[in-house]
C-alpha cells in the first residue's frame, strides 16, 4: 500500500499528487530533494527518512519528478514497475501540455493513477506465486558450446610438436661413449681383427683418463669465528647520557624558549585561509580548438572521444552512454576515487542525462562533460558553512571556550595539523588551549609540548599584552583521554581561554575498544566541532574508515543523537599530485565538507579547499 504518489517539477511545482494517510510527508520530500536530489546523488533511486522509504524517478526532458513513499517495514517489489509504467502514462496523456509548460493546469489523473496501480500489484501477486524454475540444458553454457570448441587448433598443434621437440631433445643429450671407428679398419666377417681392436682400447683408455675427477683437497681446519660485535652508532649516546635526554619534564634551561622562531611565516595567515591555487593548463585551450573544428578525427585516448560516436538530435537512453560512463569510470579510479562512488558517480549521470534531448554532437560532449563537473563540484560544496572564527567569537560572547576535537586513524598527521590550524587561530589573536589526550602513543605529549614553545616563540607574550596564546594541558601517559578532555574544558573556562583543541590518539576502525573510548569522549564533552583526519593518499580505505567511524560514533554514544563527523581535515595534499579522487570519497560519504587541506610541512601549509581546483585536477 503506497503512502504518497505525487509528480512536481525541478523547479518546485507540484502537478499532481495523491495521499492515502493523513501523515505530513513535506519533511521527508524535502529532505529528499535537499539530499538526493540537489547532492547529485541520483544513482541511487531509494532513500529512508523517518521510518519511510521513498523512490523516485526523474524525467530530463520535461524536468520532473515522480516520488513514492511508503513504510519502511514493508517489502513492495513492484514500486519499479509502477514507477516506469505511470512515468510513461503521464508523458503519454499530458505529453503537448508538458512542452509547452501548462504546469497551473488541473491535471485529472486519478483514474489513471488508480489502474496502474492495481495492474502492478497484480502482476507482482503472479509473479509471487510462479516459482522460480530452473535452466533448462539449452539455456545452460555448457549447451552453447559445439563441435568447433573441441576441434585441435594450429596453434595447439604447434605447442605439443614443441613439447615433444623439447623431450627429445632432452633424452639425446645424455651422455653417451661412444668409440669411433677409423675409415681404414679392417673388418673381416663383420668382425675387427686383434690389432684394431687393441688400438680401440687404447684410445678409449686415454679418453676415460683425461675425464677423471682430481682427487678432492683435504679441508683447511677453519679459525674459529670471533663473536658478533655490536655495531657503535654515531652520536648513539649511552646509558650516562640518559639523564640528559630525559624530557618528560621541562627542565629550568628550557623555561626560556631558546627556538629560533621564523619571523617570516608570522602575519601570513590573518583573516580567512586561502583557496588552493588552480594550475593553468592549457588542455582548456586544446579542447576549445577541437570542439571549432567537429570535422577532424578524434584524438586516440580522450576520456569523452566516445562521445563522438553519439548521434545528435535525440534522447539519450542507457545504452547509447553506457561505453562512454565506463570509460568515465575507469578515469575517475585511476584519479583515486574509491571505485563504489566511481560506480555511483556515472549512475547519477546517466540518471540526470537518460531522456534529455541534445543537439549536435560538440553540444553532447560539451554537456556531458559539463554535467559531470557540475555534479562534482556540487558534491564538494558544503551543505552548510562552516566558520569557525565567527563561532568562536560567538562562544566568547556566551563566556565559554569554542572546542574542536581531531580523530583519525594511525599516522596521517592529527598532532601536525592541529598545530597548523592553532597557529592561524593565534595569528587571528585567539588565545588556543591544547588538550593532550593522546595517552597512549610514546612521545604524542612531548610532541605536542615541543609545538607549543615553538609557536610560543613566534607569538611571544610581550606582543599580545603578556597573554600566552597557546598553553598545553597534560596528564601524562595512561590516563583516561574523556575525563582529561573534560578538566581542559573547565580549565579554559576558567581561564577564559578562546579556543580548545582535543588531540586524541590514532585508531584503526576496526578497534571497538579505542572506538568505544572515541565515543565516549565525544558524548561526555560535546565538543562543537569534531573533523576527521585523513590522508589525500587513500583511495577505497577512505571510505571504509569514514563509514565505520561515523557508525561508532552512532552505536557506542548510546544516544537518539548522536555527534558524528562534522568536517573532514585531508592531509599530505601536496603528494598526490592530480590523484585528488580521496576528497570526492570522503565528501560524498558523509556528506560533510572537507574544512583544511594540509598541503605541507609549515605552520603556514594549511589551505581550505577550492572545489573548482579540485575537479579541475580530477579531469585532466
Excluded at 90 to 100: A, G
Excluded at 117 to 122: F, I, M, N, Q, W
Excluded at 540 to 562: G, H, I, T
Aim: charged residues 30%.
Amino acid at each position: 500500500m503506497l503512502d504518497l504518489f505525487t509528480i512536481f517539477s525541478k523547479g518546485g511545482i507540484v502537478l499532481w499528487c495523491f495521499q492515502s494517510t493523513s501523515q505530513i510527508f513535506t519533511p521527508s520530500i524535502n529532505a529528499l530533494i535537499k539530499t538526493v536530489i540537489l547532492q547529485e546523488r541520483t544513482g541511487i533511486n531509494t532513500f529512508d527518512h523517518d521510518g519511510l522509504t521513498l523512490q523516485y524517478k526523474l524525467d530530463n526532458e520535461f524536468d520532473l519528478v515522480f516520488v513514492v513513499a511508503y513504510q519502511k517495514i514493508l517489502q513492495l517489489s513492484y514500486v519499479d514497475k509502477f514507477l516506469n509504467d505511470i512515468h510513461l502514462e503521464f508523458r503519454d496523456k499530458y505529453k503537448n501540455d508538458l512542452v509547452n509548460a501548462s504546469y497551473f493546469q488541473e491535471y485529472n489523473f486519478t483514474d489513471i493513477y488508480n489502474n496502474v496501480l492495481r495492474s502492478s500489484e497484480e502482476w507482482s501477486k503472479v509473479k509471487a506465486k510462479v516459482p522460480k524454475q530452473m535452466k533448462t540444458y539449452e539455456e545452460s553454457v555448457k549447451s552453447k558450446k559445439t563441435v568447433a570448441s573441441m576441434i585441435e587448433r594450429k596453434g595447439d598443434e604447434k605447442n605439443t610438436k614443441a613439447s615433444k621437440k623439447k623431450a627429445v631433445n632432452f633424452t639425446e643429450e645424455e651422455p653417451k661413449v661412444e668409440v669411433s671407428t677409423p675409415k681404414s679398419q679392417n673388418v673381416q666377417n663383420g668382425l675387427l681383427d686383434e690389432d684394431t681392436l687393441a688400438a680401440n682400447r687404447l684410445k678409449f683408455a686415454k679418453k676415460m683418463n683425461k675425464k677423471k675427477p682430481e682427487p678432492k683437497k683435504s679441508p683447511k681446519p677453519e679459525k674459529e669465528k670471533a663473536g658478533k660485535k655490536p655495531r657503535i652508532w654515531d652520536l648513539g649516546g649511552s646509558a650516562k647520557d640518559l639523564q640528559s635526554l630525559e624530557r618528560t619534564t621541562d627542565k629550568p634551561e628550557d623555561v626560556q624558549s631558546h627556538y629560533t622562531a621564523d619571523t617570516d611565516m608570522v602575519g601570513q595567515m590573518k583573516g580567512g585561509i586561502k583557496d588552493i591555487e588552480v594550475e593553468s593548463s592549457s588542455e582548456d585551450e586544446a579542447e576549445v580548438a577541437e570542439e571549432q573544428k567537429p570535422t577532424k578525427a578524434a584524438s586516440k585516448g580522450g576520456m569523452f572521444s566516445l562521445f563522438k560516436g553519439l548521434v545528435g538530435s535525440k534522447n539519450l537512453t542507457t545504452e547509447d552512454m553506457k561505453p562512454v560512463l565506463d570509460k568515465m569510470k575507469d578515469h575517475l579510479i585511476a584519479k583515486n576515487v574509491a571505485a563504489d562512488i566511481a560506480i555511483k558517480l556515472c549512475e547519477s549521470v546517466a540518471a540526470k542525462l537518460e531522456g534529455r534531448v541534445l543537439g549536435t554532437f560538440e553540444s553532447v560532449a560539451s554537456t556531458v562533460k559539463q554535467t559531470l563537473t557540475d555534479s562534482l563540484v556540487q558534491i564538494l560544496s558544503p551543505k552548510r558553512r562552516i566558520d569557525i572564527l565567527r563561532d568562536c567569537m560567538e562562544a566568547q560572547k556566551h563566556g565559554r571556550p569554542y572546542v574542536m576535537s581531531f580523530c583519525g586513524v594511525n599516522g596521517v598527521g592529527k598532532s601536525t595539523n592541529l598545530a597548523k590550524i592553532c597557529f592561524w587561530l593565534i595569528e587571528n589573536n585567539m588565545q588556543v588551549l591544547i588538550a593532550a589526550c593522546d595517552t597512549f602513543r610514546a612521545g604524542a605529549v612531548e610532541q605536542l609540548r615541543t609545538h607549543t614553545k615553538h609557536l610560543n616563540a613566534l607569538h611571544p607574550p610581550e606582543r599580545h599584552g603578556g597573554r600566552q596564546m597557546v598553553q598545553l594541558y597534560e596528564k601524562g601517559y595512561g590516563k583516561d583521554a574523556a575525563g582529561i578532555a573534560m578538566e581542559a574544558i573547565r580549565f579554559a573556562k576558567d581561564m577564559k581561554v578562546d579556543v580548545v583543541l582535543i588531540d586524541t590518539a590514532g585508531r584503526m576502525q576496526d578497534n571497538e575498544p579505542l572506538m568505544r573510548a572515541l565515543a565516549k569522549l565525544i558524548k561526555v564533552n560535546e565538543p562543537d566541532l569534531v573533523l576527521f583526519v585523513g590522508e589525500a593518499l587513500v583511495g577505497n580505505e577512505a571510505v571504509d574508515q569514514l563509514v565505520k567511524f561515523n557508525q561508532a560514533l552512532a552505536d557506542f554514544s548510546s544516544s537518539s543523537n548522536p555527534h558524528i563527523i562534522d568536517g573532514m581535515v585531508l592531509t599530505k595534499f601536496d603528494t598526490i599530485d592530480d590523484k585528488v579522487g580521496a576528497a570526492i570519497s570522503m565528501t560524498y560519504i558523509t556528506g560533510q565538507p572537507i574544512v583544511f587541506v594540509g598541503t605541507g610541512q609549515t605552520y603556514t601549509d594549511l589551505k581550505s579547499l577550492n572545489a573548482k581546483a579540485v575537479v579541475h585536477a580530477l579531469m585532466k
